[in-house]
C-alpha cells in the first residue's frame, strides 16, 4: 500500500509521509471511537461547551504555527490561512460553546390538541460520526463538522484529503491537548477505497464536503445502510452587478470573490451578470485592479495576494475550460494561461457572446477563473443567475439595498449577500451555510445547524396522575367515540358562530360517553 504524503505544491517539497489506514483496521478505530463516544455523551452540557472553550484556547495558542502549516500544505497565502481558515474556527468555538447547551437542553412543545398531555425534545447523539473533508479548506471545513459533532456529544472520525493530510491530523492533536477524552477525533488517512470502507462501517452519519460526483457515489453507498447524509457540493456562484452599481466597489467586490484562495472554492464567485450599460467600464476598472494582485509560491512574508494550485490534478480543468472558451470564440479580457512554472492559473476574466455555452460559465472550474455575461433587464438578470445546476450562492451589487433583497428572493441559492462577495457567508457562525440543487443538502453554522448533529425525539407524558385515563381513541370502537369526534371536529369551523354552536353539541357528547363508557 502506498504512502499518503503531504507535499508543499509551491515547492514540491515533501512535508511528511504517512502509512495509510489499512480498511481492516477500521473496526478498531471504531470500537475505540463508540467507547470515547459513550463517556463523551455522559458529559454535561456545560462541561462539553468547556472543552470548546480548552480546544479554543489550543487553537490560539499556535494559531500563526498551524496558518504556517496550512499555508506550507495548501500554497495559500498566510493571511488567508490566518482568517480563512483559523479565525473561523475560533469564532464558531465562541458561538457553540456559549451557544450550545441552550440549544440542546430540552425543548417543552405546545401540545394545544392534547392539552392534559405535555411534551419536549429530547435531543440524542448521532454516536459516532464520519467527515470526508476537502484539500481547499483542509483545516476550517473538517473542524466545523467536528465542533458541532463534539458540543452535540458525538465521537468523530475524520478521513482527510489524501492530498492535505497533515491539516486533519493538526485537529486531532488539537482535541488531545485540550484534554478530549482519547479516541473522541481519530484521524484515518488513505484515497476513495478508504472511504468506502468507513461507509461499511455504518457510522451514525456522514458529513462529506466535495465534488457533486462523490457525493453521489457516498449517497449511494450510505443509502444501503440507511445512513443519513449532509453533502456540501460546488458551485458557479452569480454576481450580479445593477446599472446602479457604485463600479469601484463592484469591481473590487468581484475580484475578490472570484480571486480570493485562488478560486480554490465552492463560494467563489464564478459568474459575473452585469447591465450591459456598464459591463466595458467595469471590465476596464476589474483589469486595472487584477493586474496589481500579488500571485506566487507563499512564504513566511505577507506579500501575496494569491498563491498556488493546491491540487495538481486541478490544472487539468483548467486547460479543459480555458480550451472549450477559446473554442467557442470567447474573449479573454485577463489571463487564460498558466505561469511558466505551471504553478497556477494566472487571473483569468472571460467574456464574449458565446460565453453563456462555455465550460468556464456553466461548471466550476475552482480556480482563479471568472466568466461575464450582460443582461438588459433585472428578469434577464434573475433568470441568468438560476440557469445553473448549482444553487449555493450568490451576491448583489446595488446602491438600493431594498431593491437588492427582492432579487434576493428570487434567486435559487443558499446563502446571497448583498454588497458583498458572497464567499464571505461560509465564515460566519450565525448563519446557516449550505446549498441547494447539485450543491447538495444539509446545514452547517448556525443555531439551527446544530440539530443535524442529533436525534431529535419527542417525549409526551400526562400533566399529572389526574389525567391518567383510558383515552378517547382506544379500543374497542363505537359509535359514542365516532358521534364525539365528529362534534369536536366542529369546533374547528372558520367562524365563530358555528364554534359556538358546535361546543355544546360536544359537551353534551362528551358527558354522554364518560357516563356510558368507563375510562378512569
Same mark, same amino acid.
Given at each position: 500500500?502506498?504512502?499518503?504524503?503531504?507535499?508543499?505544491?509551491?515547492?514540491? %517539497?515533501?512535508?511528511?509521509?504517512?502509512?495509510?489506514?489499512?480498511?481492516?483496521?477500521?473496526?478498531?478505530?471504531?470500537?475505540?471511537?463508540?467507547?470515547?463516544?459513550?463517556?463523551?455523551?455522559?458529559?454535561?452540557?456545560?462541561?462539553?461547551?468547556?472543552?470548546?472553550?480548552?480546544?479554543?484556547?489550543?487553537?490560539?495558542?499556535?494559531?500563526?504555527?498551524?496558518?504556517?502549516?496550512?499555508?506550507?500544505?495548501?500554497?495559500?497565502?498566510?493571511?488567508?490561512?490566518?482568517?480563512?481558515?483559523?479565525?473561523?474556527?475560533?469564532? &464558531? &468555538?465562541?458561538?457553540?460553546?456559549?451557544?450550545?447547551?441552550?440549544?440542546?437542553?430540552?425543548?417543552?412543545?405546545?401540545?394545544?390538541?392534547?392539552?392534559?398531555?405535555?411534551?419536549?425534545?429530547?435531543?440524542?447523539?448521532?454516536?459516532?460520526?464520519?467527515?470526508?473533508?476537502?484539500?481547499?479548506?483542509?483545516?476550517?471545513?473538517?473542524?466545523?463538522?467536528?465542533?458541532?459533532?463534539?458540543?452535540?456529544?458525538?465521537?468523530?472520525?475524520?478521513?482527510?484529503?489524501?492530498?492535505?493530510?497533515?491539516?486533519?491530523?493538526?485537529?486531532?492533536?488539537?482535541?488531545?491537548?485540550?484534554?478530549?477524552?482519547?479516541?473522541?477525533?481519530?484521524?484515518?488517512?488513505?484515497?476513495?477505497?478508504?472511504?468506502?470502507?468507513?461507509?461499511?462501517? *455504518?457510522?451514525?452519519?456522514?458529513?462529506?464536503?466535495?465534488?457533486?460526483?462523490?457525493?453521489?457515489?457516498?449517497?449511494?453507498?450510505?443509502?444501503?445502510?440507511?445512513?443519513?447524509?449532509?453533502?456540501?457540493?460546488?458551485?458557479?456562484?452569480?454576481?450580479?452587478? &445593477?446599472?446602479?452599481?457604485?463600479?469601484?466597489?463592484?469591481?473590487?467586490?468581484?475580484?475578490? $470573490?472570484?480571486?480570493?484562495?485562488?478560486?480554490?472554492?465552492?463560494?467563489?464567485?464564478?459568474?459575473?451578470?452585469?447591465?450591459?450599460?456598464?459591463?466595458?467600464?467595469?471590465?476596464?476598472?476589474?483589469?486595472?485592479?487584477?493586474?496589481?494582485?500579488?500571485?506566487?509560491?507563499?512564504?513566511?512574508?505577507?506579500?501575496?495576494?494569491?498563491?498556488?494550485?493546491?491540487?495538481?490534478?486541478?490544472?487539468?480543468?483548467?486547460?479543459?475550460?480555458? *480550451?472549450?472558451?477559446?473554442?467557442?470564440?470567447?474573449? #479573454?479580457?485577463?489571463?487564460?494561461?498558466?505561469?511558466?512554472?505551471?504553478?497556477?492559473?494566472?487571473?483569468?476574466?472571460?467574456?464574449?457572446?458565446?460565453?453563456?455555452?462555455?465550460?468556464?460559465?456553466?461548471?466550476?472550474?475552482?480556480?482563479?477563473?471568472?466568466? =461575464?455575461?450582460?443582461?438588459?433587464?433585472?428578469?434577464?438578470?434573475?433568470?441568468?443567475?438560476?440557469?445553473?445546476?448549482?444553487?449555493?450562492?450568490?451576491?448583489?451589487?446595488?446602491?438600493?439595498?431594498?431593491?437588492?433583497? %427582492?432579487?434576493?428572493?428570487?434567486?435559487?441559492?443558499?446563502?446571497?449577500?448583498?454588497?458583498?462577495?458572497?464567499?464571505?457567508?461560509?465564515?460566519?457562525?450565525?448563519?446557516?451555510?449550505?446549498?441547494?440543487?447539485?450543491? $447538495?443538502? $444539509?446545514?452547517?453554522?448556525?443555531?439551527?445547524?446544530?440539530?443535524? #448533529?442529533?436525534?431529535?425525539?419527542?417525549?409526551?407524558?400526562?400533566?399529572?396522575?389526574?389525567?391518567?385515563?383510558?383515552?378517547?381513541?382506544?379500543?374497542?370502537?363505537?359509535?359514542?367515540?365516532?358521534?364525539?369526534?365528529?362534534?369536536?371536529?366542529?369546533?374547528?369551523?372558520?367562524?365563530?358562530?358555528?364554534?359556538?354552536?358546535? =361546543?355544546?353539541?360536544?359537551?353534551?357528547?362528551?358527558?354522554?360517553?364518560?357516563?356510558?363508557?368507563?375510562?378512569?
Amino acid at each position: 500500500m502506498s504512502k499518503i504524503v503531504s507535499r508543499n505544491p509551491a515547492t514540491g %517539497e515533501i512535508l511528511r509521509e504517512f502509512e495509510q489506514t489499512s480498511p481492516v483496521h477500521l473496526n478498531e478505530v471504531f470500537v475505540k471511537s463508540r467507547e470515547a463516544q459513550i463517556k463523551w455523551a455522559s458529559y454535561s452540557l456545560k462541561k462539553r461547551a468547556y472543552y470548546l472553550i480548552l480546544l479554543r484556547e489550543m487553537l490560539l495558542n499556535q494559531s500563526e504555527e498551524i496558518a504556517t502549516l496550512i499555508s506550507s500544505e495548501t500554497g495559500k497565502p498566510r493571511f488567508e490561512a490566518l482568517t480563512h481558515e483559523v479565525l473561523p474556527s475560533v469564532l &464558531l &468555538l465562541t458561538h457553540f460553546a456559549k451557544r450550545g447547551p441552550k440549544l440542546l437542553r430540552d425543548k417543552k412543545l405546545s401540545t394545544w390538541s392534547v392539552p392534559y398531555r405535555k411534551s419536549y425534545l429530547n435531543y440524542w447523539p448521532l454516536g459516532v460520526v464520519a467527515v470526508i473533508s476537502p484539500w481547499n479548506y483542509p483545516f476550517m471545513l473538517p473542524f466545523t463538522q467536528i465542533a458541532l459533532s463534539l458540543m452535540a456529544g458525538n465521537s468523530v472520525i475524520l478521513k482527510p484529503s489524501e492530498v492535505t493530510p497533515l491539516s486533519g491530523i493538526k485537529i486531532q492533536e488539537l482535541c488531545e491537548l485540550a484534554g478530549l477524552p482519547v479516541g473522541i477525533v481519530q484521524t484515518i488517512l488513505g484515497d476513495g477505497t478508504l472511504g468506502a470502507a468507513l461507509i461499511d462501517q *455504518k457510522p451514525g452519519k456522514i458529513f462529506f464536503i466535495g465534488s457533486p460526483s462523490t457525493g453521489r457515489k457516498i449517497m449511494e453507498a450510505a443509502s444501503k445502510h440507511l445512513i443519513p447524509v449532509s453533502l456540501e457540493l460546488g458551485g458557479k456562484n452569480p454576481m450580479i452587478i &445593477l446599472p446602479d452599481a457604485d463600479l469601484d466597489f463592484a469591481s473590487s467586490a468581484a475580484l475578490w $470573490g472570484a480571486y480570493m484562495n485562488s478560486g480554490q472554492t465552492c463560494a467563489q464567485t464564478g459568474r459575473i451578470i452585469i447591465h450591459e450599460s456598464i459591463a466595458e467600464l467595469f471590465v476596464l476598472k476589474f483589469k486595472e485592479k487584477a493586474a496589481q494582485l500579488r500571485q506566487g509560491a507563499p512564504n513566511t512574508s505577507e506579500g501575496l495576494d494569491l498563491g498556488v494550485a493546491t491540487f495538481e490534478n486541478q490544472k487539468t480543468v483548467y486547460e479543459s475550460h480555458i *480550451k472549450d472558451a477559446k473554442d467557442r470564440g470567447a474573449h #479573454f479580457d485577463l489571463g487564460g494561461e498558466m505561469s511558466s512554472d505551471r504553478k497556477f492559473l494566472k487571473p483569468t476574466l472571460v467574456s464574449g457572446s458565446n460565453i453563456e455555452n462555455t465550460k468556464a460559465y456553466l461548471d466550476e472550474t475552482f480556480g482563479p477563473l471568472v466568466a =461575464l455575461t450582460t443582461y438588459k433587464s433585472i428578469d434577464e438578470a434573475v433568470q441568468k443567475a438560476n440557469q445553473n445546476q448549482y444553487g449555493l450562492t450568490a451576491s448583489i451589487i446595488t446602491k438600493n439595498a431594498s431593491f437588492g433583497e %427582492e432579487i434576493a428572493k428570487r434567486l435559487e441559492a443558499g446563502g446571497i449577500a448583498i454588497n458583498e462577495a458572497a464567499s464571505v457567508l461560509p465564515g460566519m457562525p450565525e448563519a446557516p451555510w449550505g446549498g441547494l440543487k447539485e450543491s $447538495g443538502f $444539509g446545514r452547517v453554522r448556525s443555531d439551527d445547524s446544530i440539530y443535524e #448533529f442529533v436525534h431529535i425525539r419527542h417525549i409526551n407524558r400526562p400533566k399529572s396522575r389526574l389525567f391518567v385515563f383510558k383515552s378517547l381513541w382506544w379500543f374497542p370502537y363505537t359509535d359514542g367515540q365516532y358521534t364525539l369526534i365528529t362534534s369536536f371536529m366542529g369546533l374547528f369551523r372558520r367562524h365563530y358562530i358555528d364554534k359556538a354552536r358546535a =361546543l355544546p353539541h360536544f359537551l353534551w357528547n362528551l358527558i354522554s360517553l364518560l357516563k356510558t363508557e368507563r375510562r378512569f
